[in-house]
């Protein structure tokens, strides 16, 4: 595996993400509700296909990573509809997004900056703190959810100021595992590993890539009046 394998099957994993999600919002055009439907699908097929990759020995799966590119795309098309306020009709949808999209990539070549340079050093116990976050901060989200279901309200995901200090600690911990992914694709290139290995890596960093997109275009949501 090489850096350009890693260039190469992450231009075409975010590709296909950017297809999907602009077929999810052309879809919208005609059929909101369907749009919806593809949102939720997509969502749903995502996780599903990241429990795969992980548990199920495909790291590394061209077809695994594309699937998930897939379902991903779906659900980034539709859920920047809903956060962006598009659906409602609020005018200022677009630039929101395109913010967005400008936040995720400076993060992205900020966070590159900092591991090259080394101010960051990426160390077992870096990874195990990072794991342990991620995970409390699944824990979180699905907690939420399921109050938010039984009638509870989503104090995580409402607007208010939990919401907002919330969303900054997700990009944060977003942002910071950026540099797990670098690490681990700067090992395997060293370590020679096959080639296919680059759709593994891929599949991380969209990932992370599309977690960080989601959280930052939801902080900036909360800024807006619609």
């Not at 969502?43 to 548990?55: C, M, S, Y």
């Not at 659906?87 to 200022?92: K, N, P, R, V």
């Amino acid at each position: 595996m090489t850096v350009d394998d890693v260039i190469t099957k992450t231009g075409i994993t975010l590709a296909i993400i950017v297809a999907f999600a602009v077929l999810t919002f052309g879809v919208s055009l005609v059929n909101p509700g369907m749009a919806m439907i593809l949102t939720i699908i997509g969502a749903i097929g995502g996780f599903i296909t990241v429990l795969v990759a992980t548990f199920g020995k495909k790291y590394g799966s061209a077809p695994v990573t594309i699937i998930y590119a897939a379902f991903e795309g779906l659900f980034v098309g539709g859920i920047s509809l809903l956060f962006s306020g598009f659906l409602q009709g609020y005018d200022g949808a677009g630039a929101l997004i395109g913010q967005a999209v400008l936040g995720t990539i400076g993060v992205f070549f900020g966070m590159l900056f900092v591991y090259k340079t080394g101010a960051i050093k990426v160390t077992p116990k870096f990874n195990r703190i990072m794991t342990g976050m991620i995970f409390g901060v699944l824990v979180l989200v699905l907690g939420n959810l399921a109050m938010s279901l039984f009638g509870f309200g989503s104090p995580l995901r409402d607007g208010g100021i939990l919401a907002i200090v919330f969303s900054l600690f997700c990009i944060g911990l977003a942002a910071f595992s950026f540099l797990t992914d670098f690490d681990a694709a700067d090992k395997m290139v060293r370590e020679g590993v096959p080639a296919r290995m680059a759709w593994g890596v891929a599949l991380g960093l969209a990932v992370t890539l599309v977690w960080l997109y989601t959280e930052i275009l939801r902080l900036l949501s909360y800024f807006t009046n619609r």
